[in-house]
């Protein structure tokens, strides 16, 4: 098993910025990437960006150039540096852990969710 643990959500006026951390403890050998999903309501569940255990990442194209994926392997944490936020990043976003390289399999090993709301 593993657990994960959200932090770093908030309200922020477009424009602005957050940080989103998520903590991984437990059985984590048996990942070697996490992701970042949100879901908005009315919405399916996307995957935003993913970074893997040799530090690769990827973004859905409505991130690209605004948010960056990190990870501190000492720390088996996670970020994600949200920049230039725009009302439509408003969603309740995930953490997740699973295993890639060039891809991403989600685990079923989620974070709680913590509410990212941009503001007009």
């Known amino acids: 098993q593993v657990q994960l643990v959200e932090s770093g959500g908030g309200l922020v006026q477009a424009g602005g910025s957050l940080r989103l951390s998520c903590a991984a403890s437990?059985?984590?050998?048996?990942?070697?990437?996490m992701g970042w999903y949100r879901q908005a309501p009315g919405n399916q569940r996307e995957l935003v960006a993913f970074?893997?255990?040799?530090?690769?990442?990827n973004y859905v194209d409505s991130v690209k150039g605004r948010f960056t994926i990190s990870r501190d392997n000492a720390k088996n944490t996670v970020y994600l540096q949200m920049n230039s936020l725009k009302p439509e990043d408003t969603a309740v976003y995930y953490c997740?852990?699973?295993?890639?390289?060039?891809?991403?399999?989600?685990?079923?090993?989620w974070g709680q969710g913590t509410q990212v709301t941009v503001s007009s």
């Open positions: 970074i893997t255990s040799g530090g690769s990442t």
């Open positions: 997740n852990a699973g295993r890639g390289s060039g891809y991403y399999r989600p685990l079923d090993y």
């Open positions: 437990g059985s984590i050998d048996s990942i070697n990437a």
